[in-house]
């Protein structure tokens, strides 16, 4: 009890009443950005930074009337940790950003997907989510761990919609390649308050060391781990896809996101037949850069290619190396 106020609250809860969408793609995808630009609308609910923070305190501050001053003070820890953003993108960060509910699942157990050990607690925590929200807004969730795992959510969740967003694997390479090397060059304080694992790594010196020998002195090694898990992932996608009837999941890329920011989303509104509660200026939203492809990237770019062919072909990306 004492370091779970929320125990004594728990039979408030209330079975799962409306459809949770997930946002599944590979990490640096573009998952975060459409999980932001869904969220503006207002028309549903997403699982935020302070909901995984501070989990076991969130029908205790509902109750007790004290969740706005919760989110205040995270969103003042942040700015006295002079975390403007996540330090891996440019998205602005507050109470209220918007988060993978992986890192939840990662505090129990080293798995950060859902599976049969954390699906009460993921259950839970969509519980918590809807009851606080005091609205019929659906769900919305990411979590880029859960990408090869959708056959498993929607045995477990029958009435779960998927959108999935796909990017060149070039800059999705490179992108998670400097998302890994910024994380292990040196503690990121948003990063280990949110993540139990994090902390584990940095804590136990021999595996960090092993990690930043795979990341950081030989970086080529780490682009191939990189390159052989996303080729298992997307066989995952590839080979199960058609498994899901079209009317439980709907397909975008990032590349379509950025050059259609409007269209785009009032193509997933109207898959999810809902309307936006509010007004939202999407073209503003989305600021796509054309930062210079990792050294690796460039480097073992027949590799990738050869690895992942069959994705290239799929979504017509080009294998040239601009």
């Known amino acids: 009890m004492k370091n779970n106020p929320d125990q ?20 640096r995808s573009g998952t975060s950005i ?17 909901h995984l923070i501070n989990y076991n305190k969130l029908l205790a501050n509902h109750f007790q009337k004290k969740e706005q001053q919760a989110k205040k003070e995270l969103t003042t820890f942040f700015k006295t940790q002079n975390l403007n953003d996540r330090g891996i993108d440019r998205l602005s960060l507050t109470a209220d950003f918007a988060e993978e509910y992986g890192f939840l699942l990662g505090e129990k ?3 950060m997907k859902i599976n049969n050990k954390n699906f009460s607690l993921f259950n839970e925590l969509m519980q918590k989510i809807q009851f606080i929200s005091e609205n019929t807004n659906p769900i919305l969730l990411k979590n880029p761990f859960d990408f090869p795992n959708f056959l498993y959510i929607k045995k477990m969740i029958p009435q779960a919609k998927f959108i999935f967003i796909h990017r060149h694997p070039y800059s999705t390479l490179s992108s998670t390649m400097n998302a890994i090397q910024f994380l292990l060059k040196a503690k990121n304080p948003y990063t280990a308050v949110l993540s139990p694992l994090y902390i584990k790594l940095y804590n136990n010196k021999m595996v960090l060391f092993f990690v930043r020998c795979c990341f950081l002195t030989f970086s ?32 975008v890329t990032y590349e379509d996101l950025c050059k259609n920011p409007e269209e785009t989303m009032m193509h997933l509104m109207n898959f999810l037949s809902i309307i936006p509660k509010q007004s939202v200026d999407f073209c ?7 930062p210079p492809l990792e050294k690796n990237v460039r480097q073992l770019h027949k590799f990738i290619y050869w690895c992942l062919k069959p994705y290239f072909i799929a979504f017509d990306y080009t294998q040239k190396i601009t």
């Open 8 to 27: 004594k609250y728990l039979h408030t809860l209330k079975s799962n009443q409306n459809k949770p969408v997930f946002i599944l793609g590979l990490h």
């Open 34 to 50: 459409l999980y932001t630009m869904l969220t503006s609308t207002g028309s549903f609910n997403a699982v935020t930074a302070y």
């Open 109 to 111: 157990n080293v798995h």
């Open 220 to 251: 080529v090694f780490g682009m191939v781990l990189l390159t052989l898990s996303t080729r298992s992932t997307l066989r995952y996608y590839s080979k199960n896809i058609s498994r899901l009837s079209p009317e439980d999941y709907v397909a």
């Open 284 to 290: 503003s939203m989305v600021k796509p850069r054309m």
